[in-house]
């Protein structure tokens, strides 16, 4: 928030004397106040270039070019939610208001990226087998296996360390010497990890009992090894807390087109007719947020699924939370999904 002062300008300011206010600031936006520092507007390089298109004179007041309904932050939101939210909106800024609309910061991206470190602990499944990506997964733990010129789960462990995240476990059992060789301790990538190993098939819930409770003290993010996505990770956990949740699942839409004049009858009549209609449902997207008391719940050695894990919460009366995943997702679980993921690893 360094400086922010300096770059409130009144709305009545000719846009010539704003725009030396801007370069002066070195933050490439000024605040438009009123009295107490009321935000009115904001004004940033694109405002100012679209004026100069329009050929607005620059002795016209800045009210006339401003962005009268920018994006704020509440001054009690934590860093990793305005963070969150700036990288969701795209902002480089964002202004920080009190409970009367009052400017008393500014936050920038780059001045939240420099303190983006996230403590919660991160498990990532790499044990499967990858049977249905034979014969590729002949010699190679599909985590391995190349998406472009990195590995999946290579891809997954830097998009998680660009968030922040460093604290990593990872689960193996297939081929895991192959695992541990690439990562090592996850110093390469300026994280560290931890490896626990499954002897035998665990499920994705049962590998839970394997963690060292002692190490995970808050939330942790589980995911599969063979996902590739842009999810935002720290609006994920932001979520898992807002909602007080024992654990969070994400979830992706799916749409499935019946191919066939779907009939709805009562008895032996027909009450309506419906033309290859497109049904639409939820489907598990293999991301969690689970919390230490679920990750206590769990016993070394005991062989579960999560979504049977998360139903036994569920009829305890927890509450299991939902997040939907808007942003790219790819499961890559046959040989068709690889492919694609081939072709649009750009996109990650």
Known sequence: MKNWQNILIRPDLPLEEAISVLDRGGLR?????????KLVGTLTDGDIRRALLKHIPLNAPVRDVMCATPHVADIDWSKDKILSVMEDLELLQIPLLDSDGCVVGLETLHGLMERRTVENPVFLMA???????KPLTNACPKPLLKVGDKPIL????????????????ISTHYLPEMIREHFGDGSQWGVNIEYVHE??????????????????????IMMNGDLLTTVNYRGLLDFHLEHSSVATMCVREYEHRVPYGVVQTDGKYIQSMEEKPVQKCFINAGIYVVSPELVNSVNAG???????????????????????VHEYWLDIGQMDDFKKAQQEVELL
């Open 199 to 220: 002897e035998e098939p665990l499920g994705t819930g049962g590998a839970l009992g394997l963690l060292p409770k002692e190490k995970v003290d808050c939330p942790l």
């Open 127 to 133: 044990g499967g087998f990858g049977t249905r990506l």
């Open 29 to 37: 936006i000024a605040l438009i106040v009123e009295d107490n520092q």
């Open 154 to 169: 290579e891809l997954i462990l830097e998009s998680l360390a660009k968030a922040g995240f460093y604290r990593f476990f």
């Open 302 to 324: 005991e062989r579960i699924d999560m979504p049977s894990l998360l139903e036994k919460q569920i009829d305890l009366a927890k509450k299991v939370a939902m997040f939907p």
